[in-house]
Every structure is written in structure tokens, then in C-alpha cells.
């Protein structure tokens, strides 16, 4: 079985050039790093190397500490991009709701399962409705309704919130308002699910749209929200079959199940860093 | 195991009204027919009731002559409209073709493997380079290129040898040319297959298009054309997953077997009788 | 948009013959009953006719206490085994569980949330574990251990239970016991949810089972249960792929999605009355 | 765009210790090598690293004859199997049949049409049926027919006339007959397509079997062929939808489609060296 001994992981991005998977595992390797995971991509198009390494700290030369300087240094001359993870600091993440309650009960579920490594200390809502749930799982919820007028007042007031809490990645489960460019140029990690495979049936009423098209498959895609409404780069989707005998109704309730694990994978594999964003494109490490 | 005895199948269309199972029932069994297959759906936003019924000709009290006139004095006062088929009488496709072979050959193989009931007398071609494959098959190849300029004549010509070739429906197996409205007026019944899930990618280049997005699934959608480019209504869709590791090329390649079988599934259930197409959407009775 | 009025629904077999389409639909429509849903299923094999016939009851000339009676008398010239139910009566289920909540706690919330019209007074299980979840809830939870001495004595007590909360359908939703023949022959409706594909990996441990044959896929099968030990006939099966990634562990994490999804499909069909059983198959008319 | 310059590919397994990626990326890094995808497992129950990486032969200082025996000396320190391959070395296959020619096909236009990089200058079957396609493309068949009496001799001539056309690779593509042990001492390199999800329904009649059984999937399994009859290493396995409706004839039909998308699936990741096996297991680096 996999052993649970704390890990570090790198997600890294440069440059293309040769040598780099051998000069990557030798920085763990000559540090007595024993590597258990790595993976990595090259994007012919962009000319960019892009990889995943993960190692488990037992044994490990460097202290958590100095890990980061060392690559900085180490990685300088071949201009990464990188981010360092460590598997036993949890994050914690602020799961963002409208009415809805099936993602939200479905990531809670998880959370407390064991399935997902993380803290969940807030939910955000425009809408008092699912405060009971919050209740129930003993966390904090936070009902800020948004107006036309109010929006970016409120918004600033998110923001300070998720300060406060030290939240690390938002998700919105079914969270029925637009996140403005400002916001997001403040707090960047947010995940969202929409209720179609995107491209097709963009902004509001998926389902709807899906019905009127006379369409024989549903889906979910689950992508990181960018200032562009449902472009932003997508991390899973899914669909399921459907058929004549199925109106708006159904598509509304199969579409539920479809949401639910969409947004699951989706946010598992950002909580396991398999995930790297270049352009409005993913390299998923699975 | 089913029967292979001649059977006729109904495709009726009218207002939803009380007593349409019983009456369309009646008609057969009032007539010695045996049902071995009757299915109906009610679309409950259009108020519209459709209706598929199969029964076997053997012991049926009228010929096949006197069922359409005797059908239509029956059913004249719910204002059904409808469309009579038996089960020997294989229908007649052209299967038109630019330069890939790949849903050509599956077509041709499903056909000649009696997995299809049909004859195919007939492929169309603006380009020369498929005719071996005609030519294995002991196949018509008709090559009629199509330049911005000469559209509405070639398509008269190719009206001519479809009429000729006493042709039911037209299969654009991979054929790269948009139909024009006056063709379609002249000749309605025809499939297409396009390479993604529609309503998203419609148009050129869909592969193309759904690797810029990074989308992570790609599909195929089998529909009957209408005067609107990808937005006739859908008979069949699927799609498969894929990952960063697929580059365009992938994408085409991977594809390829999804247009095969979306294409044949939606031939097929044509063949059988199974579509309905009522607006923009179809009822398949499966 | 479909109606919410109640309905009556006719799910009947018989041996197979001429006209019973229009017999049972004129049934219903002499009586001035508007069908919704008709379909029916021949298997040839068997010569057995079997049909599912949904109707309002608004304008039915009949009274609820008179359908069976009149039905009954209808039906005999035919030979007829034949069930009545009405959409308006919720049936009521007990679920069952060991020590895993993700089955029950989905089971719930789908009642909860109105997609399942049903009432779910009990929940049994053999380990006091989950009583948590039933308090939640509001449910009653029978904690009912069971050793192999005292199985026997035990099942009595069971059946009394459910005679005393007048239960329609036992759910076993991850219950880690084996019913003897004995409780099967005095309650005998009962779906279960096996952790694969099957007939592949009877009994324990399937997951253990499946990562040991190096399977690709993994699966879910929800049925009734028979004498013979995950034998019975299937209502729904689904499977995901898998990878030499994924050790045991995470079959199980991954399979619990499958669980879950599965059984919930099936309970849904058995409570909308779309599942006959005939032999050791079902026929799920959906 | 990936490139189509020409690469070499080793697929290494050893005992699991610190170090080897990096160690193995040197080796290719030290000699200049170009590492276009590099991708490991590591096996925690068995304590196997199982790797496979590829790089571009352009500009690596080691001639191709040297790679191997450097390779060689090179890894004898950590105990490594390993095997070398080159892309532009296309490998030999024999497809083997019987009477069914779907799977052949298939694997002959995905040949033709370039899918495949790989020569297939053999067919050989029990049966004389399906000569005119191997005479369509222009193909060598042998047709050895085998009864209970000659089949250890006609396994004999089989192998001479492996060892005649250099064969790299049967695939069993519908061969319905057992292969020996004996045999398979000789020639292991073998692929079957196996028509139902291993390990249910193993040997024949594996349709019937599934319809006797009222499973609601069918499924296919391309595997390695072991002296136990349908129980080597899996590489792919698929599954389909079925209902009710579907007779031992429809799951034929629609199992064939399966068929033929695994075994190609499974034959294309051989020939593209991404299949590792150990125990009875693979590892598939995707």
C-alpha cells in the first residue's frame, strides 16, 4: 500500500530544453529525496516543459524551510515557474453556495469522510437558505446578499473574510452570481461548476438551453474561474445520455449526480497539486 | 428469439387526445395484426402525442395495399400525420463522401455484414480519391467537385441521380460541403455526422477548436440537416475522454472511431424506423 | 412540463398473445382513463408478454377500491399475474447498513430532497455506528447485532420490525450480512448493492478481488436478492475505469461513487413501479 | 506539434530504490538525449519501479547498436529488465481468425490508413473464409486447420511459419481456438480479445452467457495470453449499455463494436511499447 509519510510536491513550468527531467530528479535524488510520483508534459506548441514531482520528506536533507530557496536558486538558470506543496498541510478552502445544497453536502460528506484533505471552516451565501447545513458540520456561514447596487461592497467584504480565514482556494458549488474581474484579480483560486459541457450552453439556464436544443447527452464541466464567464481553463467534465422522455425536470436532477462528482474530482485533484494552469489550458498529473 | 417474418411499422404524429394507445391498437388487432412492438411518447409542452407500432404482416387481414388507405381514413379524425414502412423493403442510401474513407468503410462493412438492411447503390464524391472503395464494394461512384461557383448546377445534377437511383435517404458520411436550402427543400431526408458535441464547435475545424478551448472530453453528434448549419435535430451523440497528452492530431484520430459509430447508430435506428422528428428535436424509439 | 397527478399503474405478465396491447389499453380507456406511459416488452424465448401501463386517475370512471377488482376479472381470460399501484401512496423502506454511511446518507438526502416519493421510517442495522445519521434524520434506528448463533432469532425480530412499520422494501445500502432463505421466503423485496460487475467477484471483498485480477474497469450491480448469494435478478449496473495508479484503497474510495449512484438508480426505478421481474431478469421499462 | 523524428524507448522494471529517475535520466541526459516522455510506477506491495522513457535518437551520442550494451552495463547495478525499442523499427504482426472478420478488418484499415506504425504480412486461421481480405490486401494467408488430433503438430507448422515471416507480435483478433502452453513457451508475445468484462463469462459462448445471466453491461477485455485459459495480464477492457430488449443476437451485434475498439486500443499501446507487465498485471503508461 502507499505508505502516508508526509510528501513535498513541485508543480513546475519552464522552457523547454534538454536535461530537464534528469536535472529535476537529481536535485531531489542528490538531497536523499526518494521520489514516489513524477510526471511530467511538454507542450510542443508553446515550446514549455511542465512536470510534477513529488518525494517523501523522511530522510530528506533539507529542512521544509530551506526547500524553496534551494529550488529558487537551483531552478533560476532554467526560468521556472514553480509552486512547493507540502502533503500534510491541509487546505483550507471556502465552498461558496446560492439554494443548492447537493454540491455542497457532497464536498462536506467528502471532507469529512477522510476522501479530501482539507479545512473547511466557511461557506459563503448570498442566500440564508442552507445555514442549517453549516449548523449540522459545525462551520462558520456567512450570508452576504448581493445586489446590482451592492456587488462590489460586498465583494471587498469576501475578500476580508477570506483573509481572515486564511482560505487558500474558493469553490463555488452552485454559487448563482458572477465573480467580477476585480475580484478575481485579488483572489485567484476559485473553482467553479457549470452545468453543461462547456462550450456549449454558457451563463444561465444550461439545462433549459440543453432541453430547446433537442440535445441526447447532458454535462458538467468543473474549470477555474477567469474574468471571461465559463472560458476559464477546465479541469474535468463529464455527461450522461439522455432521451426524449426526459424534461427540463430530469435534466435538472440527472445533471445533479453529474455536478456533484464533477466538482469532486475536480477539487480533489487540486487539493492532491496535480494540477498545472498554462494559458486557459490545464496539465492534469493524474 | 425475435422473428424474421415481415413486419409493417407505423410513425404517427397528432394531437394528444384520450384514447390514441387503444385506438391505434385497435386498428391492428381489429385486423388480425400481431404487435410485437408498440412504444409512444407525449410531449407534454407541445401537447403532441407520438406513436411507433410494429406488427407482423403474416395473418394480417389486409394487404399491403389496403393498410395506408384504410390508416388514413382511421386516423383522419384525430389529425394524425404518419408514415408507413415494412420491414422488406430495404430502403435505398446514397452515402456522400469528401476525402476521408473512414465512416465510408464502416458504413459499407455494416452494410455488407447484414448489420444494415439496406441498399447502397450510390456514393457521392467531390473528389475522386474514395472510388476504389466503390469499386470493391461493386458500388457507384459518382464524382461531382463543387467549386463557390458552380454549387446550385452541381446540386441539380446530383437531385437528377438521386432521383434516378430511386435514393431514400442521403448519409453525409465525412462529406465536406454545406447543402444548400433549396437542396434540402428538394430532398429532406439526410444525415450528417459532425465531429463534436453540438451545440458546441459548430462549423469547420471542430478538433481544431475544442483543443484551443482544452476541453476534456471531444464528441461526435449524428443529426439530420436542415437549412441551418449543425442545428438540425440530434439523433445520437457520444463523446470520450481525453488529456493534455492529445494534441490535435490525437483529437482527429480518437474521433475518427466516435464518428463511426455515432454515424452508424443514427443509420441504423433511421433504418429500423425508430426516429420521429417532430420541431427540432427527435423522439427515438429504442 | 408533465403532471403531478396521481396515477394508477398496471405492471402485468402474461403468456403472450394477439391483442394484448389493445385489450389492456382499452381497459383503460373504456373506463375514460388517460394513459401517460404505456410500454411493453415480449420475450420471445419465454412467450411472455409483459407491460407497464400508467394512466390518471382524474376522470377515471372507476374508483381506486374498484381497479383491482374489475381488473382482476378483466384479466383472467388471459392469465395474468399483475401489479397495481398508485402514485399518490409512498411506499415505505427500511434501509439496512453495517458500519459504511455513504449509501445511506445518499439515500437520504434523495428522499430528503424530494427526488425519491417515498417515506423512510427505519433504518436496521447490525452495529450501532450510524445511529447518528438516523438521528439527524429524524429515523428510527434498530440496532440489531448479529452472530452466527443467533442469526436465526434475529431475522425473527427483524421481520417483526418491519411487519410493525409496515415496510414495502428493504434497501440494503452497504449491509454486510447475508439474508438466509428463510427471511427471503416471508420478505422478499429486497435490492442490494454489490461492489462489482457482476457475475465477476461474488461475495466479499470484491474490491481485494479485482485489484488482485488486474481488471481495468470496476463496477456496481444493484438487484433483488434471491436465495443464491449476489445472484438475483440485475436492475442496474455501471462501472469506472481504473488504473495500475490505483491500489485498493482507491478502488474503494473510487467505487463508493459508482455505489452510491447505482443503488440510487435502481431504488428510483423500483419506487416509480418501472421494474418487473420475471425468471432470474428484469425488465426496467424506462 | 510532437515531432516524428525518431526515438528510442526503454521499458524498465527493478526493485524499488532511491534514486532511479534520476540515475535513469542521467543516462539519457549524460549522453545527450532528448527525453520526450518519461513516466514510472512504483508497486508498493511487490517493491517493484517499473519505468518508460523515450527520447529522441537525434543527437544522442550513442550509436543505436551501443544503447543496449551500455544500457546494460549501466543498469546491472540495480537489477533492472528492460527492453529497447526503436520507433522507426516497425514491428511484424500475424493476425490469427476464424470465421468472424470484424476484428481483422478493423485492424487492417487502422494499418492501412497509417493508425498503426507496424507491417502485417501474415494472417493465419483455422478456417479458409476469410482469404479474400487478406487477398484484398494483399496479405500472405495460411490456412492451418485444427482438430483434436493435429493441433500439437499444427501448432508446430504455426510456429515455423511465425519464425519464417519474423513475426513480432499474434494477435488473436475472433481465433477460436485454445492455444497451448507448449506454444506459448515458444511464442509469448500474444494478444486475445476476450468478448465479455474478465473475469466474468470466461471461455466460450460468452454472449449467451451474459444473456442468461440479465446482466445490464456487456463488455470486452483485450489481454496477454497466459497458458490459463482467459486469465493473463488485462490491458483494456470496455464496456456497453444493454436493456431487456437486447437477445443473444443483439449483444453479438453490439458487442462486435467493443471488440473491435479494445483489441485495437490494446494492440496500438503494444506497438507504442507503453504496456509493462509484471506478475499478471501491466502497467499502461498512458
Redesign the interface.
Known amino acids: 500500500?502507499?505508505?502516508d509519510l508526509p510528501t513535498a510536491t513541485l508543480l513546475v513550468s519552464c522552457p523547454d530544453q534538454?536535461?530537464l527531467?534528469?536535472?529535476i530528479?537529481?536535485f531531489?535524488?542528490?538531497n536523499?529525496?526518494?521520489?514516489?510520483h513524477?510526471?511530467?508534459?511538454?507542450?510542443?506548441?508553446t515550446g514549455l516543459f511542465l512536470t510534477r514531482v513529488e518525494w517523501q520528506l523522511d530522510g530528506f536533507v533539507l529542512s521544509r524551510e530551506e526547500i524553496a530557496p534551494a529550488f529558487a536558486q537551483f531552478s533560476a538558470c532554467f526560468g521556472a515557474k514553480w509552486q512547493l506543496f507540502f502533503s500534510d498541510r491541509k487546505p483550507r478552502i471556502s465552498i461558496w453556495v446560492s439554494k443548492q445544497?447537493?454540491c455542497l453536502?457532497d464536498l462536506l460528506?467528502r471532507s469529512r469522510?477522510g476522501?479530501f484533505a482539507v479545512d473547511v471552516p466557511l461557506i459563503i451565501s448570498n442566500h440564508p437558505d442552507l445555514k442549517y447545513i453549516a449548523d449540522?458540520f459545525g462551520i462558520d456561514y456567512c450570508h452576504i446578499p448581493i445586489t446590482k447596487d451592492n456587488k462590489s461592497q460586498q465583494e471587498a467584504q469576501q475578500l476580508e473574510i477570506l483573509q481572515k480565514y486564511q482560505i487558500d482556494l474558493v469553490v463555488l458549488a452552485k454559487y448563482m452570481q458572477v465573480i467580477t474581474p476585480n475580484f478575481i484579480n485579488q483572489f485567484g483560486e476559485i473553482i467553479n461548476i457549470h452545468h453543461s459541457?462547456?462550450?456549449?450552453?454558457v451563463g444561465a439556464n444550461a439545462y433549459q438551453k440543453a432541453y430547446q436544443?433537442?440535445?441526447?447527452?447532458i454535462?458538467a464541466t468543473a474549470h477555474y474561474v477567469t474574468d471571461d464567464l465559463d472560458a476559464g481553463?477546465?479541469?474535468?467534465?463529464?455527461?450522461i445520455n439522455i432521451?426524449?422522455?426526459d424534461?427540463?425536470?430530469d435534466l435538472i436532477?440527472k445533471g445533479k449526480?453529474l455536478e456533484k462528482?464533477v466538482l469532486?474530482r475536480a477539487v480533489k485533484l487540486h487539493l492532491q497539486n496535480r494540477i498545472l494552469v498554462y494559458g486557459?489550458?490545464?496539465?492534469?498529473f493524474?
Chains 1, 2, 3, 4 share one sequence.
Open positions: 500500500m502507499k505508505s534538454k536535461g527531467v534528469a536535472k530528479a537529481n531531489i535524488y542528490s536523499d529525496g526518494n521520489i514516489i513524477a510526471d511530467q508534459h511538454t507542450d510542443f506548441n445544497e447537493h453536502l460528506w469522510s476522501e449540522q459541457f462547456l462550450p456549449a450552453f436544443r433537442g440535445v441526447k447527452i454535462g481553463p477546465i479541469i474535468e467534465q463529464d455527461i432521451s426524449h422522455r424534461d427540463v425536470k436532477c449526480d462528482l469532486a486557459n489550458r490545464t496539465v492534469v493524474k
